[in-house]
């Protein structure tokens, strides 16, 4: 999903662009850390050399470039309006490492040099099969030999389904409406009609047109328009993808959300007979899982033929990574004794641990909350803290099993390739990172440190384009008084609010 509500008009047009949004999964910093799970030796983030194909106004690559102010980013588009809208943005920001250029896809040459990573989100379904090919020959020809490329797309068997009602909705709007509003007006109309008219026992599939209706409502025309009522949308099976990228030379790594690739969502019984019938094949695997799950959307990780991953997460791979997370435990944790206690993420998934070490390493996680903590500090804080007397391989392998479980399966834990600087406390002239400021300003989503989407409560909105460094909190008062159009008493609340979040760095 890449649009907004609140999409951009392109004022020549007067159509809604394809919006451009940030994304968490294609980061370099995640795909650092799949790479290395899977037993690679990724490039490091911070120095990194990215390119992102098809980027926007560079929604994705400028929250980045702030992040790790000593890699470089180029991002290209065929948009001319959307490049101008990210070179103000950059300008804004003073960012100097970031190059966003208007070009085609088809047009990357040797200039522009190798790449460590690789990102392409929300184009690749999209464009005609020359521009698809091209994607994979960049990945192929500019990939370092240690790079990692990510390609989302759309897939079938999910868009079956879903491009049925793809074709009525495109349908429909040829034949009522001819400006772009109006076409997305009436297929929003008929989506409506569809859900009121369609329930189980008319035959016809209530559930996807819900679902269809529910996305569809909750992203702007831009949306629509990209998804659905454009000439193309060309999805494919994931074994196809695989196969074409192959023959550009390039391998299937993984896929950017990891739990996604495991079958233990299947009873034992089914689990046991789908290994029975597509024996340890890892692609046809999850070709399986894609057909079981009516899989309609992927984000996929390319690395080098010659590169050779093992999914088989060693405890030491973890030494290369940094851990955060934002679960907290529900009543007073006693970490050394042995009986169970419960903990919450920040999106409510539950945990229950009694293992002391474990317990006592979401207590370290807490304190250093919105910051990272590289994993061998986290193990050797946890140990002396629990006064662990085991070896510190045994605890290694504990902390690191439990760290993966919970990142792959959960939001409990994050990994980072690259450590996140984040602020635990407001200073006393707090300081927001800009790229969330330039976006809380324009009254959208902000990006936290994190690289993660959050919609901030109306004070904290109105809040954060102040937090340059320049006030102290008597400043804050007055000026937040200004903007609300009245005092309020809600300064510190909200300050601490914006540093759980990840959002201040000073
Ligand atoms: C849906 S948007 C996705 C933008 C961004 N990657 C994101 O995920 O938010 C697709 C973008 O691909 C760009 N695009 C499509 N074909 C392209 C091509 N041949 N060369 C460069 N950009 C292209 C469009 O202009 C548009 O900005």
């Known amino acids: 999903m890449f649009t907004p509500a609140n999409a951009p008009v392109d004022s020549s047009t007067g159509d809604a662009e394809p919006a451009s949004e940030t994304h968490r999964h294609p980061h370099p910093s995640r795909l650092f850390t799949i790479a290395t799970l899977f037993g690679l030796s990724p490039l490091p983030v911070e120095t990194a050399r990215v390119l992102e194909l098809g980027c926007g106004a560079g929604a994705n690559l400028i929250p980045m470039a702030e992040v790790l102010p000593r890699a470089?980013?180029?991002?290209?588009?065929?948009?001319?309006?959307?490049?101008?809208?990210?070179?103000?943005?950059?300008?804004?920001?003073?960012?100097?490492?970031?190059?966003?250029?208007?070009?085609?896809?088809?047009?990357?040459?040797?200039?522009?040099?190798?790449?460590?990573?690789?990102?392409?989100?929300?184009?690749?379904?999209?464009?005609?099969?020359?521009?698809?090919?091209?994607?994979?020959?960049?990945?192929?020809?500019h990939l370092a030999p240690n790079g990692v490329a990510y390609v989302s797309y759309n897939t079938y068997p999910g868009w079956h389904m879903r491009g049925t009602i793809r074709d009525m909705m495109r349908y429909h709007a040829a034949r009522f409406a001819t400006t772009s509003a109006e076409r997305a007006g009436a297929a929003r109309a008929l989506l409506d009609v569809l859900a009121d008219v369609t329930r189980p026992d008319t035959g016809l599939c209530s559930t996807a047109v819900e679902i269809e209706r529910t996305t569809v409502q909750r992203y702007g025309d831009a949306y629509l328009h990209y998804e659905?009522?454009?000439?193309?949308?060309?999805?494919?099976?994931?074994h196809r993808f695989v196969e074409r990228a192959s023959a550009h030379g390039l391998r299937y790594l993984?896929?950017?959300?990891?739990?996604?690739?495991?079958?233990d969502f299947l009873d034992p019984a089914a689990e046991r007979a789908l290994k029975l019938t597509v024996g340890g094949d890892q692609i046809r695997t999850e070709q399986y899982i894609d057909?079981?799950?009516?899989r309609s959307v992927r984000e996929t990780l390319l690395v080098h033929d010659s590169a050779a991953p093992d999914r088989h997460v060693r405890a030491g791979s973890l030494n290369r990574l940094h851990v955060a997370s934002s679960a907290v435990p529900i009543g007073p944790v006693d970490p050394t004794a042995r009986q169970e206690q419960q903990y919450r993420s920040a999106s409510g998934?539950?945990?229950?641990?009694?293992?002391?070490?474990?317990?006592?390493?979401?207590?370290?996680?807490?304190?250093?909350w919105p910051a990272t903590l590289p994993f061998g500090d986290l193990l050797a804080q946890s140990r002396e803290r629990c006064r662990s007397t085991e070896p510190t391989g045994t605890d290694a392998r504990e902390l690191s099993a439990f760290v993966v479980d919970l990142f792959v399966r959960s939001d409990l834990v994050e990994l980072f390739g690259a450590p996140v600087v984040a602020c635990r406390a407001p200073s006393e002239r707090p300081v927001a990172s800009g790229a969330a400021r330039i976006c809380?300003?324009?009254?959208?989503?902000?990006?936290?440190?994190?690289?993660?989407?959050?919609?901030?409560?109306?004070?904290e909105c109105r809040l954060l384009p102040l937090l340059d460094g320049t006030r102290d909190r008597a400043a804050l008062a007055i000026a937040l008084a200004a903007e609300v159009g009245a005092p309020t008493s809600g300064l510190d609340r909200a300050l601490n609010d914006l540093a759980r979040r990840a959002l201040l760095v000073g």
Not at 254 to 263: D, I, K, N
Not at 291 to 294: C, D, K, N
Not at 440 to 459: I, S
């Open 72 to 141: 470089t980013f180029i991002g290209i588009d065929l948009s001319a309006h959307q490049v101008a809208r990210g070179h103000a943005q950059t300008e804004q920001l003073g960012l100097t490492n970031v190059d966003l250029r208007h070009a085609n896809i088809l047009d990357v040459d040797p200039s522009f040099g190798a790449f460590d990573y690789v990102l392409c989100h929300g184009v690749f379904s999209w464009v005609a099969p020359d521009v698809q090919e091209k994607i994979f020959d960049v990945c192929a020809k």
């Open 228 to 238: 659905h009522l454009g000439d193309v949308n060309e999805p494919l099976y994931f």
């Open 349 to 368: 998934a539950p945990l229950a641990i009694s293992r002391p070490l474990l317990k006592t390493a979401l207590e370290v996680l807490a304190a250093a």
């Open 291 to 294: 057909f079981l799950r009516l």
């Open 254 to 263: 993984a896929e950017s959300r990891l739990g996604t690739m495991l079958t």
């Open 440 to 459: 809380a300003g324009a009254g959208g989503q902000v990006v936290t440190r994190h690289h993660k989407c959050v919609q901030l409560p109306d004070l």
